[in-house]
């Protein structure tokens, strides 16, 4: 699953800004489920658009997913150059900034 798209920085996160952001994520509902085919073409298609439609991503895994919910969380955020904000439990919260997004949906810090 190797994109020809540049290269977007991963961003880096402080303890605090990672503290905000699981305080936001802590309502959201997720986007994008991985089920039993794990972590396909597909499922990065859709959470590439996720995370182009809002910022702050939360991420479910299925009882089917056949990878580690950690090494899924790390691969997913290595896959879309997003920062692996929280796992827990069968979740997964991913955050990219996207400058493009208008001011109210922007995460405010």
Request: charged content about 30%; glycine content about 6%; overall charge positive.
């Amino acid at each position: 699953m190797t994109s020809s798209k540049k290269k977007i920085p991963k961003p880096e996160l402080t303890s605090s800004q990672k503290k905000r952001l699981r305080s936001l994520g802590h309502h959201l509902e997720p986007v994008v489920y991985v089920g039993k085919e794990g972590l396909s073409e597909p499922l990065h298609q859709s959470l590439e658009a996720a995370l182009k439609a809002r910022e702050l991503v939360k991420i479910k895994l299925g009882q089917n997913c056949p990878v580690e919910r950690s090494v899924a969380g790390e691969e997913l955020s290595e896959l879309c150059r997003a920062a692996l904000v929280q796992v827990i439990g069968r979740m997964i919260l991913l955050y990219r900034p996207n400058p493009d997004l208008p001011a109210a949906k922007r995460v405010e810090w």
